[in-house]
Protein backbone atom coordinates (compact mmCIF):
# COMPACT_ATOMS: atom_id res chain seq x y z
CA UNK A 1 0.00 0.00 0.00
CA UNK A 2 1.47 3.35 -1.32
CA UNK A 3 2.03 5.94 1.74
CA UNK A 4 2.66 9.74 1.26
CA UNK A 5 3.96 11.56 4.51
CA UNK A 6 4.65 15.61 4.01
CA UNK A 7 7.01 17.45 6.06
CA UNK A 8 8.46 20.90 6.06
CA UNK A 9 8.12 23.66 8.26
CA UNK A 10 4.50 24.92 9.59
CA UNK A 11 5.74 28.49 9.83
CA UNK A 12 7.03 30.74 7.31
CA UNK A 13 7.61 34.69 7.07
CA UNK A 14 6.43 36.80 4.13
CA UNK A 15 8.47 37.01 1.12
CA UNK A 16 10.31 33.56 1.67
CA UNK A 17 10.42 30.40 0.31
CA UNK A 18 7.89 27.57 1.26
CA UNK A 19 9.41 24.62 1.08
CA UNK A 20 8.11 20.71 1.63
CA UNK A 21 8.80 17.34 0.99
CA UNK A 22 6.70 14.31 0.67
CA UNK A 23 8.53 10.62 1.60
CA UNK A 24 6.95 8.15 -0.56
CA UNK A 25 7.00 4.47 0.92
CA UNK A 26 4.86 1.58 -0.95
CA UNK A 27 6.22 2.59 -4.35
CA UNK A 28 8.71 4.22 -6.65
CA UNK A 29 9.14 8.01 -7.51
CA UNK A 30 11.15 6.56 -10.34
CA UNK A 31 7.86 4.45 -11.36
CA UNK A 32 6.02 5.00 -14.80
CA UNK A 33 2.64 3.97 -12.91
CA UNK A 34 2.05 7.56 -11.41
CA UNK A 35 2.93 11.18 -11.96
CA UNK A 36 3.47 12.76 -8.24
CA UNK A 37 1.49 16.33 -7.19
CA UNK A 38 0.90 18.43 -4.44
CA UNK A 39 -2.80 20.57 -3.92
CA UNK A 40 -3.17 22.84 -1.26
CA UNK A 41 -6.33 23.88 1.04
CA UNK A 42 -6.82 27.49 2.60
CA UNK A 43 -8.44 26.60 6.16
CA UNK A 44 -12.34 26.39 5.58
CA UNK A 45 -12.08 26.54 1.77
CA UNK A 46 -11.92 24.16 -1.12
CA UNK A 47 -8.87 22.53 -3.16
CA UNK A 48 -6.65 23.82 -5.41
CA UNK A 49 -4.35 22.02 -7.39
CA UNK A 50 -0.65 23.14 -7.50
CA UNK A 51 0.89 21.05 -10.19
CA UNK A 52 2.12 17.54 -11.25
CA UNK A 53 5.38 15.72 -12.12
CA UNK A 54 6.41 12.57 -13.88
CA UNK A 55 9.12 10.38 -13.41
CA UNK A 56 10.59 11.70 -16.36
CA UNK A 57 10.93 15.31 -15.35
CA UNK A 58 7.94 16.66 -17.44
CA UNK A 59 5.68 19.00 -15.17
CA UNK A 60 2.70 20.60 -15.62
CA UNK A 61 2.07 23.48 -12.90
CA UNK A 62 -0.72 26.26 -11.86
CA UNK A 63 -0.71 29.20 -13.35
CA UNK A 64 -2.52 30.78 -10.62
CA UNK A 65 1.03 30.73 -8.51
CA UNK A 66 2.55 33.04 -10.98
CA UNK A 67 5.86 31.09 -11.56
CA UNK A 68 6.31 31.01 -7.87
CA UNK A 69 5.39 27.34 -7.32
CA UNK A 70 8.75 24.28 -8.46
CA UNK A 71 8.07 20.44 -8.00
CA UNK A 72 11.20 18.20 -8.68
CA UNK A 73 11.54 14.79 -7.91
CA UNK A 74 14.20 13.34 -6.36
CA UNK A 75 14.64 9.16 -7.13
CA UNK A 76 17.77 8.56 -5.28
CA UNK A 77 15.57 9.50 -1.87
CA UNK A 78 11.84 8.06 -3.03
CA UNK A 79 10.74 11.61 -2.46
CA UNK A 80 8.95 14.46 -4.29
CA UNK A 81 9.32 18.68 -3.14
CA UNK A 82 7.39 21.98 -3.82
CA UNK A 83 8.88 24.89 -3.29
CA UNK A 84 6.63 28.47 -3.48
CA UNK A 85 8.85 31.90 -3.31
CA UNK A 86 7.97 34.92 -2.45
CA UNK A 87 5.21 33.82 -0.30
CA UNK A 88 2.12 35.95 1.22
CA UNK A 89 -0.78 34.96 3.81
CA UNK A 90 -2.99 33.83 0.47
CA UNK A 91 -0.62 30.50 0.77
CA UNK A 92 -1.47 29.79 4.06
CA UNK A 93 -3.13 26.41 3.50
CA UNK A 94 -2.82 22.79 4.07
CA UNK A 95 -0.57 21.53 1.59
CA UNK A 96 -1.55 17.69 0.24
CA UNK A 97 1.37 15.71 -1.60
CA UNK A 98 -1.07 13.13 -3.91
CA UNK A 99 0.09 10.22 -6.27
CA UNK A 100 -1.73 10.96 -9.81
CA UNK A 101 -2.72 8.35 -11.93
CA UNK A 102 -1.70 8.70 -15.28
CA UNK A 103 -4.61 9.13 -18.38
CA UNK A 104 -4.33 9.11 -21.74
CA UNK A 105 -4.09 11.98 -23.67
CA UNK A 106 -3.31 11.92 -27.53
CA UNK A 107 0.12 10.50 -27.63
CA UNK A 108 1.00 11.82 -23.91
CA UNK A 109 0.49 10.12 -20.59
CA UNK A 110 -0.90 13.58 -18.72
CA UNK A 111 -1.77 13.65 -15.14
CA UNK A 112 -5.60 12.32 -13.90
CA UNK A 113 -7.27 11.88 -11.51
CA UNK A 114 -5.32 11.88 -7.83
CA UNK A 115 -5.79 8.36 -6.37
CA UNK A 116 -3.25 8.65 -2.98
CA UNK A 117 -2.86 11.33 -0.23
CA UNK A 118 -0.76 12.13 2.50
CA UNK A 119 -2.29 13.51 5.71
CA UNK A 120 -1.62 16.97 4.69
CA UNK A 121 0.50 19.45 6.38
CA UNK A 122 -0.77 23.10 7.96
CA UNK A 123 1.71 25.95 6.23
CA UNK A 124 0.85 29.57 7.70
CA UNK A 125 2.84 32.63 6.13
CA UNK A 126 3.36 34.92 8.98
CA UNK A 127 5.83 37.08 10.36
CA UNK B 1 -9.47 27.49 -17.24
CA UNK B 2 -12.64 24.55 -16.80
CA UNK B 3 -14.96 26.36 -14.02
CA UNK B 4 -16.75 23.44 -11.83
CA UNK B 5 -19.84 24.18 -10.36
CA UNK B 6 -21.82 22.01 -7.82
CA UNK B 7 -25.50 22.29 -6.64
CA UNK B 8 -26.06 22.57 -3.73
CA UNK B 9 -23.51 24.14 -1.88
CA UNK B 10 -24.78 22.13 1.08
CA UNK B 11 -27.65 18.99 1.21
CA UNK B 12 -28.97 17.52 4.65
CA UNK B 13 -30.32 14.23 4.23
CA UNK B 14 -31.97 11.69 6.53
CA UNK B 15 -30.38 8.43 7.45
CA UNK B 16 -31.28 5.71 4.39
CA UNK B 17 -32.34 8.17 2.24
CA UNK B 18 -30.71 9.47 -1.28
CA UNK B 19 -28.20 12.23 -1.31
CA UNK B 20 -27.89 13.64 -4.53
CA UNK B 21 -25.21 16.41 -5.64
CA UNK B 22 -24.47 18.06 -9.08
CA UNK B 23 -21.66 19.27 -11.06
CA UNK B 24 -21.45 21.16 -13.82
CA UNK B 25 -18.12 21.86 -16.04
CA UNK B 26 -18.28 25.24 -17.97
CA UNK B 27 -16.70 22.89 -21.22
CA UNK B 28 -17.07 19.54 -21.99
CA UNK B 29 -14.15 17.28 -20.55
CA UNK B 30 -15.45 14.32 -22.80
CA UNK B 31 -12.57 13.45 -24.44
CA UNK B 32 -13.68 12.33 -27.72
CA UNK B 33 -11.06 10.13 -28.96
CA UNK B 34 -11.69 7.62 -26.16
CA UNK B 35 -15.33 8.57 -24.87
CA UNK B 36 -14.73 8.86 -21.87
CA UNK B 37 -15.18 12.17 -19.43
CA UNK B 38 -11.99 13.16 -17.45
CA UNK B 39 -13.67 13.79 -14.36
CA UNK B 40 -13.27 12.64 -10.73
CA UNK B 41 -14.82 13.03 -7.05
CA UNK B 42 -13.63 12.84 -3.71
CA UNK B 43 -15.30 12.88 -0.24
CA UNK B 44 -13.20 14.84 2.63
CA UNK B 45 -14.34 13.90 6.20
CA UNK B 46 -13.84 16.38 8.72
CA UNK B 47 -9.88 16.69 9.83
CA UNK B 48 -8.82 13.93 6.70
CA UNK B 49 -7.57 14.66 3.69
CA UNK B 50 -9.76 13.80 0.70
CA UNK B 51 -10.14 10.44 -0.47
CA UNK B 52 -10.87 9.31 -4.66
CA UNK B 53 -14.35 7.86 -4.44
CA UNK B 54 -14.86 8.01 -8.28
CA UNK B 55 -12.90 8.65 -11.22
CA UNK B 56 -13.86 8.34 -15.16
CA UNK B 57 -17.27 10.08 -13.69
CA UNK B 58 -18.61 6.53 -12.96
CA UNK B 59 -15.88 4.02 -11.68
CA UNK B 60 -15.52 3.61 -8.52
CA UNK B 61 -12.28 3.29 -6.73
CA UNK B 62 -11.19 0.33 -4.88
CA UNK B 63 -13.01 0.02 -1.63
CA UNK B 64 -15.88 2.43 -2.13
CA UNK B 65 -18.99 1.03 -1.30
CA UNK B 66 -21.64 0.55 -4.25
CA UNK B 67 -24.39 2.82 -2.76
CA UNK B 68 -21.88 5.53 -4.44
CA UNK B 69 -23.07 5.74 -8.27
CA UNK B 70 -21.72 8.55 -10.81
CA UNK B 71 -23.38 9.25 -13.71
CA UNK B 72 -23.22 11.67 -16.56
CA UNK B 73 -20.89 12.96 -19.13
CA UNK B 74 -19.99 15.92 -21.00
CA UNK B 75 -20.82 18.95 -18.73
CA UNK B 76 -23.18 17.51 -16.30
CA UNK B 77 -22.91 14.68 -13.67
CA UNK B 78 -24.18 13.47 -10.65
CA UNK B 79 -22.73 12.12 -7.70
CA UNK B 80 -25.83 9.33 -5.99
CA UNK B 81 -25.66 8.17 -2.37
CA UNK B 82 -28.05 5.66 -1.81
CA UNK B 83 -29.29 4.55 1.99
CA UNK B 84 -27.27 7.18 3.53
CA UNK B 85 -25.16 6.15 6.49
CA UNK B 86 -23.97 8.35 9.05
CA UNK B 87 -20.89 7.97 7.93
CA UNK B 88 -21.23 9.31 4.80
CA UNK B 89 -20.96 13.09 6.52
CA UNK B 90 -18.54 14.61 4.43
CA UNK B 91 -17.70 17.79 1.86
CA UNK B 92 -17.70 15.96 -1.52
CA UNK B 93 -15.59 17.71 -4.82
CA UNK B 94 -15.61 17.16 -8.26
CA UNK B 95 -12.94 17.44 -10.11
CA UNK B 96 -11.80 17.91 -13.70
CA UNK B 97 -8.73 16.53 -15.29
CA UNK B 98 -9.45 17.22 -18.82
CA UNK B 99 -7.11 19.79 -18.91
CA UNK B 100 -4.88 22.08 -17.17
CA UNK B 101 -4.98 23.82 -14.68
CA UNK B 102 -7.06 20.99 -12.83
CA UNK B 103 -10.16 22.05 -11.57
CA UNK B 104 -12.31 21.31 -8.40
CA UNK B 105 -15.78 22.56 -7.64
CA UNK B 106 -16.57 24.53 -4.10
CA UNK B 107 -17.53 21.45 -2.58
CA UNK B 108 -20.96 19.80 -1.16
CA UNK B 109 -21.43 19.71 2.86
CA UNK B 110 -23.61 16.58 3.39
CA UNK B 111 -25.60 16.85 6.56
CA UNK B 112 -27.92 14.12 8.29
CA UNK B 113 -31.28 15.57 8.54
Known amino acids: QLHLQESGPGLVKPSETLSLICTVS??????????WGWIRQPPGKGLEWIGS???????YHNPSLKGRGTISVDTSKNQFSLKVNSVTAADTAVYYC???????????????????WGQGTLVTVSS | DIVMTQSPDSLAVSLGERATINCKSS????????????LAWYQQKPGQPPKLLMYWASTRDFGVPDRFSGSGSGTDFTLTINSLQAEDVAVYYC?????????FGQGTRLTIK
Open chain 2, 27 to 38: QTVLYSPNNKDY
Open chain 1, 26 to 35: GGSTSSSNYY
Open chain 1, 98 to 116: VTVHPVDTGMLRTPGYFQN
Open chain 1, 53 to 59: IYYTGRS
Open chain 2, 95 to 103: QQYYSTPFT
